[in-house]
C-alpha cells in the first residue's frame, strides 16, 4: 500500500483550517510542491516555504485569514483522481467549479496546471483535486 501524497496535503489543508491554524506542514515532493506553487499563484495560499529536518524536507504553507472578505481561501479541497482510480478528462470535459470561483488542478503532458490553463493550451489530462 503506497502513500497518496495529494490526499495528505489535501487533508492537512481541511483539517488546518477547521482547527483554525495558520501554517501546514507537509512531506515535500514534487507533486506538492507544484500544487503549493499553483495554490500561492492563484491566491489561496499566502507563503510557501521549504524546510529541513534533517534528512527530511517539509514545506510550511501559510493560509490566507478568513478576516478579508475580498481573498480567496480554501473551504473544502477534494481528491478526484485516486491511485486506485485514475480520472482523465480532455480539455473540453474538464469541470468548472462553482462556475469558476474554484480551480481544478490537473497533471498533463506539460506538467501541473489549473483548468483554466488546461483549457487555453488546449490539453487534457488526468483530474488531481478540486479547491473552492
Known amino acids: 500500500m503506497g502513500n497518496d501524497t495529494i490526499a495528505n496535503l489535501m ?5 488546518a483550517d477547521m482547527g483554525k491554524k495558520k501554517t501546514v ?3 515535500s515532493t514534487i507533486m506538492t510542491d507544484n500544487i503549493a506553487r499553483i495554490l500561492l499563484r492563484e491566491g489561496f495560499i499566502e507563503d510557501v516555504r521549504e524546510h529541513k529536518e534533517g534528512k527530511k524536507s517539509l514545506l510550511v504553507l501559510t493560509s490566507r485569514s478568513r478576516e478579508r472578505k475580498e481573498k480567496r481561501y480554501i473551504t ?4 478526484i483522481s485516486k491511485p486506485g482510480l485514475r480520472i482523465y478528462s480532455n480539455y ?7 462556475g469558476g470561483m474554484g480551480i481544478v488542478i490537473l497533471s498533463t503532458s506539460q506538467g501541473i496546471m489549473t483548468d ?3 483549457r487555453k493550451k488546449k490539453i487534457g489530462g488526468e483530474l488531481l483535486c478540486i479547491l473552492w
Open 76 to 79: 473544502a479541497p477534494k481528491r
Open 116 to 118: 483554466r490553463e488546461a
Open 25 to 27: 506542514r507537509v512531506t
Open 92 to 98: 473540453r470535459e474538464i469541470p468548472k467549479v462553482l
Open 11 to 15: 487533508t492537512s489543508i481541511r483539517n
